[in-house]
């Protein structure tokens, strides 16, 4: 599968945005999707999960509430909702794919999506 994140760009603290992560090739709805960012000079982390048919999400701690993770398999599109932004989510988004949902290691990445949040 082949994984596109897209949505991303400068907004003001406070102000909210919508990623996309667009698949194609192999059956979307057989995977699960996991959202992540990397800002400059820290590691990757993990944001969300959800599992194959959306029944299930995961969140870490720090979006919890702020952020919402989605699916649409007809439109084979995950999304990431996130309200309230704040200078420090800052980063490159990327959304991934992997047949396990909350899988330790995603076998599938998309190109990211850069989120700048201005103070």
């Known amino acids: 599968v082949q994984l596109q994140a897209s949505g991303g760009g400068l907004v003001q603290a406070g102000d909210s945005l919508r990623l996309s992560c667009a698949a194609s090739?192999?059956?979307?709805?057989?995977?699960?999707v996991g959202w992540f960012r990397q800002a400059p000079g820290k590691e990757r982390q993990f944001l969300a999960s959800i599992s194959y048919n959306g029944g299930s999400t995961y969140y870490e701690d720090s979006v919890k509430g702020r952020f919402t993770i989605s699916r649409d398999n007809v439109q084979n599109t995950a999304y990431l909702q996130m309200n309230n932004l704040k200078p420090e989510d800052t980063a490159v988004y990327y959304c991934a794919a992997d047949p396990i949902y909350r899988s330790s290691r995603y076998d599938y990445w998309g190109r990211g999506t850069q989120v700048t949040v201005s103070s």
């Open positions: 090739g192999r059956s979307f709805s057989s995977y699960a």
